[in-house]
């Protein structure tokens, strides 16, 4: 049974409609990347699985339905969203961002700062003092202290210098290979999803145009959707 | 010389007991009570600062709670002294003239005003907010005008200050003894408070509401905690500052006291730990010694606001630490 199943979601901001038919399942312990060319409704597909914006269509997580919640039930529910640009909270220190997001489970202060040790040296310093690497970690560790059951990364690696993407990539790959958590991953790398996610779905226009195991992927298809 | 902020507050606790302990010493009782009123002040402030320095809500309409607790003390000691029955819907009472019981009675009132209020007034915010709790402090204010039972305008005057097991009252050490400790408990709670995870979601809540949710956390609710606690601090200091008096009034009630409360937090500086007793200090030393020679030295309290406002944004305790915030 999935985890998190998305049928026909449709979304719209005010008068005009940004999701169209989106269809995605997830598996507990799955890695997932959603897919598609700039504009086509990855970000807003995961606002509206986090219920930060108004949808419509089928959306349930083991079963239950999201529609009837509001984001923060969502979240306790075991969805852990990693948002696009960051968003720690700036005023609090490391250590703060990480406990005022932590809910009772595996995921401590210790082992995120296994998962990240640049963020154990860094536990009593300002998030808003932190390089933008660093933040992301942060913006990681602090899903994590959620305890969630479906971790969504939404352009975890994006303007961050190589070796720290490299760093995060690691980091999603020791998540997938060591804890049951699921993933969703967007990202812009194609090469880097193609790595870690077991399988992909690919936006255009809103809806799902395509969807399958990572190994299907040829790269006509992304070529086609995806353009690279 | 910049100092560190446990220092500041050390120096700063250590200083309001000082100066009482100096009055008796020097035989000055009026001294001990003005110590005592900054101490009230304080604590009323202190509570408005986990609204204002870790919600980063603006309450203009705190007085309610000042007043609820005032009016509590006054309503059951006035009747405990009339040898009267207070009749409630559910039940009678004859009242009361002991200290602990009044500050359960006006914590628990406060805390449950507090409740209905921020169930309304959170459904706004910024300009709407501030709004909303003057509105409802207006209320309370006409509402104690026109109870005529309980000396409407005119207030109500109790005759002999409440008692505590094991103190005198009436001595003026006493009863500051009395809020000094109740003040160094609020403030060690809130620090521990502010530390807590309720407290850094709070702080959190306030940097970026939408943030919060999507990590489980619902800011509406956390606020309205965070009005509760509050509103039940407050209420705390209304009924020992009626019992300082021992006598109350609907300036209890009033927009300027709600406004004063706000001012001295940021005298001292908005969500510090010490923030409120330096600017209860401050208010409470201008209050008496310019308030001697003009009537006008609110004037004089405008101008120190303005300069913090403009120069020193972290209040006094910014300006002797160097930090502009908590964290900085």
Known sequence: MSLLSVEGLTARYGSSQALFGVDLTIATGEVTALMGRNGMGKTTTVKAICRLIRSAGRLTLDGADLHCLPSHKVARMGVGLVPEGRRCFADLTVRENLIAAARPGEWTLKSVAQLFPALAERMAQRAASLSGGEQQMLAIGRALMTNPRLLILDEATEGLAPIVRQEIWAAVRRLKEETGVAILLIDKSVKELAQVSDKAVILARGKTVWSGPMTDLTPEISERYVGV | ?328
């Open chain 2, 1 to 328: 010389m910049r100092l560190s902020e446990p220092l500041v507050n050390t120096i700063v606790l250590a200083g309001l007991l000082a100066v009482p302990l100096y009055a008796l010493v020097v035989d000055e009782p009026f001294t001990i009570t003005l110590a005592t009123r900054a101490a009230i002040l304080a604590l009323a402030a202190v509570g408005l600062n986990i609204l204002l320095g870790i919600g980063g809500l603006v309450s203009f309409g705190h007085a309610v709670f000042f007043g609820i607790g005032g009016y509590a003390m006054g309503i059951l000691a006035f009747h405990a002294q009339t040898y009267t029955t207070l009749d409630l819907a559910v039940f009678t009472t004859e009242g009361t003239k002991s200290m602990p019981v009044i500050w359960l009675v006006a914590m628990g009132l406060s805390a449950a005003i507090a409740f209905l209020i921020g169930l309304l007034s959170l459904r706004t915010s910024g300009v709407y907010f501030i709004m909303i709790t003057l509105a409802f402090g207006q209320m309370f204010f006409y509402f104690a005008i026109s109870w005529a039972q309980y000396g409407g305008e005119d207030g109500l005057s109790i005759y002999v200050r409440n008692g505590f097991p094991g103190l005198n009252t009436l001595v003026p050490i006493q009863f500051f003894g009395i809020c000094f400790t109740i003040l160094c408990i609020t403030l060690f709670l809130k620090a521990r408070l502010q530390a807590s995870s309720f407290g850094l979601a709070l702080n959190a809540a306030r940097q970026t509401p939408a943030r919060v949710e999507t990590v489980g956390l619902n800011p509406t609710r956390l606020k309205l905690l965070a009005f509760v606690i509050s509103g039940a601090i407050t209420g705390l200091a209304g009924a020992l500052f009626a019992d300082l008096n021992r006598f109350v009034s609907p300036t209890m009630f009033s927009w300027q006291l709600s406004g004063e409360l706000i001012v001295l937090i940021i005298i001292g500086g908005v969500g510090r730990l010490m923030g409120p007793v330096i600017g209860a200090c401050i208010f409470v030393a201008l209050e008496h010694f310019l308030g001697g020679l003009t009537e006008f030295w609110h004037v004089y309290l405008g101008i120190i606001l303005l300069c913090i406002v403009l120069f020193g944004r972290g209040g006094v305790i910014g300006l002797l630490t160097g930090k502009v915030g908590a964290h900085v």
